[in-house]
């Protein structure tokens, strides 16, 4: 259920200097793994868990997956990626990641992540927005359907 909930994100604002183009998040559900004859599917799941071996390493990397799709036209300058959430276990608590990117492309991709320990305790992202940040100034966002 919450993966169908944080999926559905709004672009919205900033100076037009840069933009979100996607957000794509991925929910890697204990217990739930999908069999389906796509080769895409079964991959994207493959991909998530790779390098796991021991039953600690399969819990560790349980959880949300962001990849951030955004574009700008300050080739060169310098950006921070910042993934503000909520999740179940904490209520209306937002936690922040924060990516920097220095010397952006005009074509940029951008990952964050929710696992692990911080996953397995707080439970999973219930809300989020993706904002970019140039100069201390928000230029660009995305938000989840939930986000307040």
Not at 3 to 12: E, H
Not at 20 to 48: C, W
Not at 108 to 129: A, C, I, M, Q, R
Request: aromatic share 10%.
């Amino acid at each position: 259920m919450a993966l169908s909930l944080v999926s559905c994100a709004s672009n919205s604002g900033g100076s037009g200097v840069a933009t979100i183009t996607k957000v794509n998040p991925y929910y890697l559900q204990p217990g739930k793994r999908i069999e389906t004859q796509d080769a895409m599917i079964s991959f994207e799941q493959r991909h998530y868990i790779h390098g796991a071996v021991s039953s600690e390493d399969f819990l560790g990397k349980f959880g949300h997956y962001f990849t951030v799709f955004w574009k700008t036209k300050a080739k060169g300058s310098d950006y921070t990626v910042k993934l503000e959430y909520t999740q179940a276990n904490t209520g209306p608590e937002v936690h922040v990641k924060e990516v920097q990117v220095p010397s952006a492309k005009s074509r940029n991709t951008t990952k964050l992540e929710v696992v692990g320990d911080e996953y397995n305790t707080n439970g999973p992202v219930t809300s989020f927005k993706v904002s970019l940040v140039s100069g201390g100034e928000t230029v660009a966002e995305s938000r989840s359907f939930l986000w307040k």
